[in-house]
C-alpha cells in the first residue's frame, strides 16, 4: 500500500504560480512511478503529468506543457508539481496518483493509489 497527501492548493490569479506537493508513505516510494491528474466540476478526471522513479522519464498533457513542471524527491517521499502562467481553466480539483511499476503513463486506469486531491482556483 501507498497512501499519498496532497498540499499546496489554493486561490491564485490568472498568471500566477502555485507548487503542490504530494507526500506519500507505506511501501518503498522510489519504485513507483508518480502522476498527477485533475478533475474540473462535470469533467472527466484527466492526465497532467508524469514521472518516473528517477525522474529520467517525464510526460506532460499539451495543455499544461511549457507552464507545469513534475518533479521528486526520493529521499523526502515527495513529488511536485510547479504550475506556472496558470489559467483559470485550470482551476480543479488535483489528485496525485502512484503505479506499482515505474514506468509512468498517461492513463488513469494505470495507477494503483490515489491521494484524496487539493483544491485549485485560479480567478479571471
Known amino acids: 500500500q501507498v497512501q499519498l497527501v496532497e498540499s499546496g492548493g489554493g486561490l491564485v490569479q490568472a498568471g500566477g504560480s502555485l507548487r503542490l506537493s504530494c507526500a506519500a508513505s507505506?511501501?518503498?516510494?522510489?519504485?513507483?512511478?508518480m502522476g498527477w491528474f485533475r478533475q474540473a466540476p462535470g469533467k472527466e478526471r484527466e492526465f497532467v503529468a508524469a514521472?518516473?522513479?528517477?525522474?529520467?522519464?517525464?510526460y506532460y498533457a499539451d495543455s499544461v506543457k511549457g507552464r507545469f513542471t513534475i518533479s521528486r524527491d526520493n529521499a523526502k517521499n515527495t513529488v511536485y508539481l510547479q504550475m506556472n502562467s496558470l489559467k483559470p481553466e485550470d482551476t480543479a480539483v488535483y489528485y496525485c496518483?502512484?503505479?506499482?511499476?515505474?514506468?509512468?503513463?498517461?492513463?488513469?486506469?494505470?495507477?494503483?493509489?490515489w491521494g484524496q486531491g487539493t483544491q485549485v482556483t485560479v480567478s479571471s
Open positions: 496518483a502512484a503505479r506499482t511499476l515505474y514506468i509512468p503513463a498517461r492513463v488513469r486506469d494505470e495507477y494503483a493509489f
Open positions: 507505506g511501501r518503498t516510494f522510489s519504485n513507483n512511478a
Open positions: 514521472i518516473n522513479w528517477s525522474g529520467s522519464s517525464i
